[in-house]
């Protein structure tokens, strides 16, 4: 079985790429073009307008209606590529910020879309001197694409809807992540009649071209990060599973071989998306962080058994296909301000630390926590012990029941002192994050030196 340690490098492991450093000014130029496409969006619902036609029956219920229709498009298109994995947008802002501005803007293209439908509706049914109801009859009969558009609609809510924190508790991944694929399928099906019977499109080749020239922009991201970056990178390392270990109640590790991985720039505490090539698995990924920096041939990731594919993992056989996106992620040495660092994991969370423990700079003098619910529990401690051992750093376990070995300020101050001075990385259970993260405030530690990501659906 073959296995990664931290005695397993040496003068025949091939040099690794290091990952690379965040690019803000990129992101924001990438900002600066969103703001630029929001306000052409905005003046396309001006496009050709005239006082005339405003003062027409239905006319200002027409304008708004147009507003909320290609603003409402757009805010969607901007949340499908805040999750299209632009590199440098991900690598400079992170995953889980990028997670939370895709929420904030959530509601919003829905409640305009919404909004648009009734006002199209009442203003053309003004404009014709009929009823609401006959004239949204008349939509659905007389006009082309409008049942792929409501259909394109009720996709959108249903993602919505199901996006809900109560409603992400109750669901399984497997289930969220079909939902909210069919958003591709929601905004491919609005496109045309917003293209075929939109007025500004009708009457104006250049404001069709620009409409046009926003949705290509989106959908070459898409394909060429989502797609064509991905499959090239399959295709060129030809990962397979090499082995599977047990390494704690419920957690394993998979070790997986390939080629010309010192290739692939990663540094520790990144995540990729992983998906394995065997029944029940093939057709959807989940984020594993690696629990090892690359020793290429070998790249690891150690998983805890909490859902269907998780679980599944130990029973991976030798020589199954792996496919990968990524690396992902800002949780790296990328974020030091200060020399003196300090990584406090619960759980399968220690995984990114352990990699990132070993992607610190020599400089660093390090202090490391990890909390268990036993012994038996804590994921690679030997490891740990042994990387810290060779920086002259501390390494403490808390082994026990929460209530039994508590881990609050007292016994945080304790074990690392005051913080002022330190980067503090936390990984591990939401609630564990959360608690560390306050208590880590509380004993000094600035904002912009605690650190940790968030990964939820």
């Known amino acids: 079985m073959t296995t990664i340690s931290p005695t397993r490098a040496s003068a025949r492991?091939?040099?690794?790429?290091?990952?690379?450093?965040?690019?803000?000014?990129?992101?924001?130029?990438?900002?600066?073009?969103?703001?630029?496409g929001l306000g052409l969006a905005i003046a396309l619902a001006f496009w050709g307008e005239s006082f005339g036609a405003l003062r027409a029956p239905g006319g200002w219920y027409e304008l708004a209606a147009r507003l909320c229709a290609l603003v409402g498009t757009y805010l969607m298109l901007v949340m499908v590529v805040l999750m299209t994995r632009l590199p440098w947008l991900e690598r400079s802002v992170g995953q889980d910020r990028l997670v939370r501005w895709h929420r904030r803007i959530g509601g919003w293209p829905i409640a305009l879309i919404a909004l648009h439908i009734v006002l199209v509706t009442w203003g053309y049914a003004q404009a014709s001197s009929v009823g609401f109801l006959k004239q949204f009859w008349m939509f659905i009969v007389h006009y082309p694409d409008i049942l792929e558009a409501i259909a394109a609609f009720l996709l959108l809510v249903t993602a919505g809807v199901t996006s809900a924190k109560i409603a992400r508790q109750r669901l399984r991944y497997e289930t969220w992540w079909i939902v909210h694929v069919s958003v591709y399928l929601a905004l491919g099906l609005a496109f045309f009649h917003q293209i075929r019977i939109g007025v500004m499109f009708i009457t104006s080749p250049v404001a069709r071209g620009v409409w046009i020239a926003i949705w290509l922009g989106v959908v070459v991201s898409i394909v060429s990060f989502r797609v064509a970056l991905p499959m090239g990178r399959n295709?060129?390392?030809?990962?397979?599973?090499?082995?599977?270990?047990?390494?704690?109640?419920?957690?394993?590790?998979?070790?997986?071989?390939?080629?010309?991985?010192s290739r692939l720039a990663v540094s520790g505490g990144q995540f990729l998306q992983w998906r394995f090539l065997a029944p029940g698995l093939?057709?959807?990924?989940?984020?594993?962080?690696?629990?090892?920096?690359?020793?290429?041939?070998?790249?690891?990731?150690?998983?805890?058994?909490?859902?269907?594919?998780?679980?599944?993992?130990?029973?991976?056989?030798?020589?199954?296909?792996?496919?990968?996106?990524?690396?992902?992620?800002?949780?790296?040495?990328?974020?030091?301000?200060?020399?003196?660092?300090v990584l406090i994991g619960a759980g399968v969370g220690v995984t990114?630390?352990?990699?990132?423990?070993?992607?610190?700079?020599?400089?660093?003098?390090?202090?490391?926590?990890?909390?268990?619910?036993?012994?038996?529990?804590?994921?690679?401690?030997?490891?740990?012990?042994?990387l810290v051992e060779r920086r002259g750093g501390q390494y403490y376990e808390l082994c026990g029941s929460r209530d039994e070995v508590r881990l609050d300020e007292r016994t945080m101050r304790g074990l690392v002192g005051d913080l002022r001075d330190a980067d503090v990385y936390v990984c591990g259970p939401s609630d564990f994050t959360d608690a560390v993260?306050?208590?880590?405030?509380?004993?000094?530690?600035?904002?912009?030196?605690?650190?940790?990501e968030t990964f939820s659906f």
């Open 437 to 452: 993260a306050e208590i880590a405030r509380r004993l000094g530690a600035p904002p912009d030196r605690l650190h940790y």
């Open 352 to 386: 990114p630390l352990r990699a990132l423990l070993e992607d610190l700079p020599s400089s660093s003098a390090v202090t490391v926590v990890v909390r268990a619910r036993s012994a038996a529990h804590v994921i690679h401690g030997r490891e740990l012990a042994e």
């Open 282 to 341: 093939w057709w959807h990924a989940h984020p594993y962080s690696l629990s090892a920096l690359p020793r290429p041939p070998y790249l690891r990731v150690t998983i805890k058994g909490l859902g269907d594919q998780s679980r599944a993992v130990a029973r991976l056989k030798p020589g199954t296909r792996v496919i990968v996106e990524g690396p992902y992620g800002t949780f790296t040495r990328h974020r030091l301000m200060t020399s003196r660092v």
């Open 235 to 261: 295709l060129r390392h030809q990962l397979r599973v090499d082995s599977v270990a047990h390494e704690a109640p419920d957690v394993y590790s998979v070790i997986v071989s390939g080629r010309a991985l």
């Open 13 to 36: 492991t091939p040099r690794r790429r290091p990952g690379p450093a965040p690019a803000p000014k990129v992101t924001d130029a990438l900002a600066v073009i969103a703001g630029v």
